[in-house]
């Protein structure tokens, strides 16, 4: 989790006293490289236990949980902000 935190450190901005803005490599424009790396990052720290779904919540969280239902070789699901 090091290399995300020297990404925010690098090009996040902080807006107010809680509100870190991530748009540049998160939300409005995704680094797939930087996704990749979290998500088999995440997929080695939760290797031990048997995780058959990675969840998450719409927006922020989809592009990393992904790459780590990917490297986990799991469906991924996505809780919805509103009912469609």
Known sequence: ???LEQRIQKDG???GDDILKV???LNHQVDPE???DLGEAFAQAF???K???VVTVESSGIAPALF???ALHV???FARKINP
């Open 1 to 3: 989790m090091k290399l």
């Open 34 to 36: 930087l996704m990749q």
């Open 13 to 15: 901005r902080v807006l």
């Open 75 to 77: 469906p991924v699901i």
């Open 68 to 70: 780590t239902g990917l």
């Open 47 to 49: 290797a031990k236990y």
């Open 51 to 53: 995780i058959d779904k």
């Open 23 to 25: 748009d540049t490599f």
